[in-house]
Structures are given as C-alpha cells and as structure tokens.
C-alpha cells in the first residue's frame, strides 16, 4: 500500500506523550492531535482498512495519517473516555454496554462492503499444534475482534470509536459478538471478573448486547457452543503467541491468562444452557 501522506518530525512545542493501557503494544505515544504507533506485521492491513472505513464514511474509528519520520504510523487522536485498570463503575452501566453492541453493528456493516480480499489472507492467525477446528464458518469480513473496553472510546456515557486494530482478522459476525459477551457481557467466572463487572447478570447482559447489534437467528444459536471452541482454541493461541513473541504476549502467559481461559471454558460449558436461552433465537 502506498503511502501518501507522511508526518514529519515534531514541530515545535510539541512533546510525545506516552499512552498507557496496552497488554502488548508498547512504545505509543500521543503527539498534538495524533497517535504514534510502531509499525507492525499488520501494519498495512490496519492502513488499508481505515482507508475503507473512511471512504464508507464510518465515524467510529481513527484515521490514518500516513507514516512519521521514524517510522511510526500515525492516526487521529480521539478524545473520550477510555477505561484503564481497574474499569470504572461505567463499564457496567446498561446503556454504555448497548452502545458497544450499536457501534460495533456499524462498525460491521461498513467493512461487510469489504468483504475478504486477498491481502486479508496474511491475517489469518497462524494454527498451533492441536488446537481444535473452528467453528465459526467462512468468514465474511474483517472483523476488530478485541472490542475490551480499552479498545473503545467514550463520549458522554455512549461509546464514540473503535480503536486498536492490531487483531483484525477475517470474521463472521457471530464471532463479533462472542467478542462483545466475552468483554463486555460477563461472560466468565465472577472470581475472574474485573470488580465492576461482578454485579452484572452473564444472562440478562448477553441477551442485552445481542438485542442491541441485532444478530439474525441463526447466528444468535451458534453463539454458545462458538463462545466454548473460541475459548478452546484461545488457550492455544495464547500460549502459542507466548512462546514465539515473548514480550506482553509471554508476561499474560505467566500471570495465569491460560489457566482464566480454561476456567471461562468450563464455566461455559456450565451454564450452556441457560445462557443458549438468553441469547438463542427470538423465535
């Protein structure tokens, strides 16, 4: 992808400020009303699909500036409320989780105009020794699928934007919204739960978020038994990822992140039923 718009070395007054809240990314900054990100291997992917998304007209995510003087992309800054850790009491607020579920819906149909072209291929994630089949179908759009809460920014009380893009990937939209339950609905042990996520209803809150994308009834009875395969395979791209990368990759590795997904696995497992109920199909 050429790249025709190119930021120059810092004016004068202007002061790199880090950016916290990453688990893998380090070395963000902010500069004046922009973002400055190390180039990585889905560098020109995440280019190409804010190019889309700008053309589609899709307000919920940064632009893309171009490529600075050290080699750094550079996008919008968005200015909002975004979540650190510990998440703030409004993580949980009900109208706040639906306005995810409204923005990521939008955020979806935009890049459906995409579909999957050839250079979206390379994003495919790479297949561990032994991780199960997917069953999530052919995909039909790169999809963000790492919608936390970090990843999402707020303006009074609704959510805004969409960013970091570093885990795009070709996706269907069911598994969109596994992403949404698993962050944002509560999806998991209440003892693995950040606090503020601990009075929320796994049942009452995953119905909510997929009322509010407006999910087809076929995609909503896939949603259980897809969230179990994502979380069984998620344990083995997790460790994978730790022992090729290293890095933030290998320190959530050692802090327990695959012993939190085989607990979500099992507690899925648990309570398929009830929360098949909540989410399956409105008919």
Not at 218 to 224: D, E, P, Q, S
Request: hydrophobic residues 45%; proline residues 6%.
């Amino acid at each position: 992808m050429t790249q025709d718009r190119v930021q120059p070395e810092l004016l004068p007054g202007e002061v790199e400020e880090p950016l916290a809240g990453g688990d893998v990314t380090e070395g963000v900054v902010r500069v004046g009303d922009t973002v400055r990100r190390p180039a990585s291997q889905v560098s020109d992917a995440v280019r190409r699909v804010l190019k889309h998304l700008e053309s589609a007209r899709f307000g919920g995510a940064p632009r893309f500036h171009g490529v600075d003087a050290r080699g750094r992309d550079a996008f919008d800054y968005i200015d909002g409320d975004v979540a650190g850790r510990p998440w703030p009491a409004w993580v949980a607020d009900q109208g706040s989780i639906a306005s995810v579920a409204r923005l990521v819906r939008a955020y979806d149909d935009a890049m459906v105009e995409l579909g999957v072209p050839a250079w979206a291929e390379g994003l495919r994630l790479p297949a561990p020794q032994g991780i199960p089949e997917s069953i999530a179908g052919a995909p039909t759009f790169i999809a963000h699928l790492d919608i936390t809460p970090e990843n999402v920014v707020f303006r009074e009380g609704r959510a805004f934007a969409l960013i970091d893009f570093d885990l795009i990937r070709p996706g269907t939209r069911a598994e969109e919204v596994v992403n949404m339950l698993l962050w944002w609905g509560a999806w998991m042990p209440e003892s693995d739960r950040e606090d503020v996520a601990r009075r929320l209803d796994p049942v009452d809150t995953g119905a909510l978020i997929v009322d509010a994308y407006g999910l087809d009834d076929a995609a909503r009875a896939t949603l259980v038994d897809l969230s179990i395969n994502g979380a069984d395979r998620s344990w083995f791209t997790m460790k994978s990822r730790a022992e090729t990368l290293g890095g933030g990759w290998r320190r959530m590795w050692e802090e327990g992140v695959g012993d939190r997904i085989l607990r979500r696995a099992q507690w899925l497992r648990d309570n398929h039923d009830e929360l098949a109920r909540a989410v399956g199909p409105t008919v």
